[in-house]
C-alpha cells in the first residue's frame, strides 16, 4: 500500500508535518477548555462534544475511535467505546445492535434511532484496534463487537430481530436512517466495503462487495456531471431527495452543504487503499476546479449541485475546505489527471497546510474533516 505524504511532496519538510499532526490531535483531545471538545469520564470513560449543538453524537464518536486508532491512542479508543456503549448502544427491541444517534453530555437520550454512518465508521474502527492491539474481553473484543455491528445492520428485520437494515438489500445502498428509504452520499464508504467483505461474518462478504462496487457507481450517479457537487439526501436514483414533507419542515438536504463536504473525502480515501477509480477521482478534480475557477478559490458557501449559489457563507468553510485538500490524494493517484488538475491539488495541499484548525462554536465539525484531512494527506491514515 503506498501512502502518499502530499505534504512532503508539496514541499514541507516531513519532520514539520509529523508535528502538525501530533498538535492537531492533540488540540481536539488535550487543549484547553473552549479548544478541545474531548472529555475524559471517571476512570475509563471518555466522549466527544458536537459544540454546534452540545450533544453527542454517534458521528462523532465513531469518528474519534477512528482517529485514535489512527494515531495509536488505545487508552482514549477504549474510553470512548465505553462510553458509547453504556449510553448509545440499544441492547434489545427495535434496532437492537444499533447505537442512539444522539445523547446529552450526561448520557441522557436525544435521538433513539441510529445513523448509519456512526454504525460504519464504529465497525470499521474496531476492526482496526483489532488488528492493531489485539482483541480484549468484553466490550474489548473488538473484532466480535464490530461483527456484531455489520450483523445487525444487514440482518435486522429478520426472524428474531426487531428493526430493519441499515441497508436495502435490493441495490445494496446504504439508507439514511434504517427505516428511510433514500440514501446519503457522503454515508457511501467503498474502501470500508471491501474490508468488510473481508472481516465480516463470512456468509454476508458476498454483498459487502456487491455494496462497494454498488456505491462507487452511487457516487457518481447522485454527482453533477460538471461541478462534481453532491446533494446531502438523494433518491436511489441519485437526484436529490426533497419530498413535499420536507419542504413542509421548511428544511432543505437537496443541495451541496455540510454533509455532503465529506463525499470528496471519501473518494479520496478510497483511491488510497483500494486504488484509483478515475470516474470518482474525475469528480474530485471537477469539485477542486469549481472552487478554484469558479469560486475565485473560496471555500465557502452553499450551492445547488449544478453551482448555482443558494448562500455566500456556511457554518463549516475550514472543514469543506479540508475536504477539498483531501481530494487532492484522489486527483494525484489518478494517472489520467491532467496538468491543471494536478496544480490544483497540489495547490489545495499548501493551502490547508496554511489554513489553522477552527475555533468557536462550531469547530467540532470543521476539525474532525480537518484532522482526518491531515491523516490522509500526511500517508498517515491507514488500513490495519
Known amino acids: 500500500m503506498n501512502y502518499r505524504n502530499l505534504f512532503k511532496e508539496a514541499g514541507i519538510p516531513e519532520e514539520e508535518v509529523t508535528k502538525r499532526v501530533r498538535e492537531c ?6 487543549g484547553p477548555e473552549g479548544v478541545r471538545f474531548y472529555e475524559n469520564v471517571g476512570p475509563d470513560m471518555g466522549y466527544i462534544t458536537d459544540t454546534g449543538n452540545n450533544d453527542v453524537r454517534t458521528e462523532g464518536m465513531s469518528y474519534a475511535m477512528m482517529v485514535c486508532v489512527q494515531m495509536d491512542e488505545k487508552e482514549k479508543f477504549d474510553r470512548i467505546w465505553a462510553w458509547t456503549k453504556k449510553y448509545m448502544w440499544i441492547a434489545e427491541g427495535w434496532g437492537q445492535g444499533y447505537f442512539k444517534w444522539s445523547c446529552s453530555l450526561d448520557g441522557t437520550v436525544r435521538g433513539q434511532g441510529p445513523a448509519p454512518d456512526g454504525e460504519e465508521y464504529f465497525a470499521m474502527a474496531l476492526f482496526f484496534a483489532s488488528h492493531r492491539w489485539g482483541d480484549g474481553e468484553g466490550i474489548y473484543n473488538y473484532s466480535e463487537e464490530a461483527k456484531s455491528i455489520l450483523r445487525a445492520a444487514l440482518h435486522n428485520g429478520e426472524e428474531g430481530r426487531p428493526g430493519k437494515p441499515m441497508w436495502n438489500h435490493d441495490n445494496h445502498y446504504i439508507k439514511f436512517t434504517d427505516v428511510s428509504e433514500f440514501s446519503d452520499t457522503s ?7 471491501e474490508l468488510f467483505a473481508k472481516w465480516a461474518d463470512e456468509e454476508d462478504r458476498p454483498f459487502w ?3 462497494a462496487k454498488a456505491s462507487r457507481e452511487y457516487i457518481v450517479k447522485s454527482s453533477h456531471p460538471v461541478t462534481g457537487l453532491s446533494p446531502e439526501y438523494s433518491d436511489y436514483d441519485g437526484k436529490p431527495f426533497n419530498p413535499e414533507w420536507v419542504k413542509r419542515m421548511n428544511m432543505r438536504h437537496d443541495w451541496f452543504f455540510s454533509d455532503a463536504y465529506r463525499t470528496i473525502a471519501n473518494i479520496a480515501l478510497d483511491s488510497c487503499w483500494s486504488g484509483s477509480d478515475k470516474a ?3 469528480l474530485a478534480a471537477k469539485i477542486q476546479r469549481f472552487f478554484t475557477e469558479d469560486r475565485g478559490g473560496v471555500d465557502d458557501g452553499i450551492f445547488e449541485i449544478d453551482g448555482t449559489m443558494v448562500e455566500e457563507h456556511a457554518k463549516h468553510n475550514v472543514g469543506l475546505l479540508a475536504t477539498n485538500a483531501e481530494g487532492s490524494l484522489a486527483v494525484l493517484n489518478n494517472p489520467d489527471a491532467d496538468e491543471k488538475s494536478k496544480e490544483y491539488a497540489l495547490n489545495y495541499v499548501r493551502k490547508l497546510w496554511n489554513t489553522p484548525m477552527q475555533t468557536g462554536k462550531h469547530r467540532y465539525y470543521d476539525n474532525c474533516l480537518y484532522m482526518f484531512a491531515m491523516l490522509a494527506l500526511s500517508g498517515n491514515y491507514r488500513i490495519y
Open 209 to 211: 462487495e456487491k455494496a
Open 187 to 193: 454515508y457511501h464508504l467503498p474502501h470500508f466495503y
Open 280 to 282: 470518482l477521482a474525475d
Open 25 to 30: 490531535f492533540d488540540t481536539i483531545y488535550n
